[in-house]
């Protein structure tokens, strides 16, 4: 049994890396705030980038950057049980949801190119 359309959905719309979605399960984990550069130094990645993994996590409406620190923090209860379900499913599923994020990514990153190519066609005619 693979992944069910909802988490499917939500994994598309709101989990932009891999590293937004060990970011975010971090960040659940506890009730307490994370100082975002421990955050960094558990994903293995600069202060910078936590940061910003944390700013998009919260303009997805998953958590809350805090100055210094980062809490998981769902906008609502139909977010929160998303990523209940996410956390559950991910240990038995980590292949199927890596693959399904990198598909995505790379859809985005073929149709980016694609309108280069486009473009240049354009020009040539």
Known sequence: MGLSPDLRRFVVAKIPSV???EALLLLRSTSAA???DQLGARLYVSLPQAEQLVDDLQARGLAVHLGTNAQYLP???RL???VDELATVYG???VEITQLIHSVNEKK???FADAFLLRSTDKES
């Open 75 to 77: 906008k609502s209860e």
């Open 80 to 82: 929160a049980r998303a």
């Open 34 to 36: 994370w100082p975002i």
């Open 109 to 111: 990153a073929r149709r």
């Open 92 to 94: 038995r599923r980590l």
């Open 19 to 21: 590293s937004h979605l």
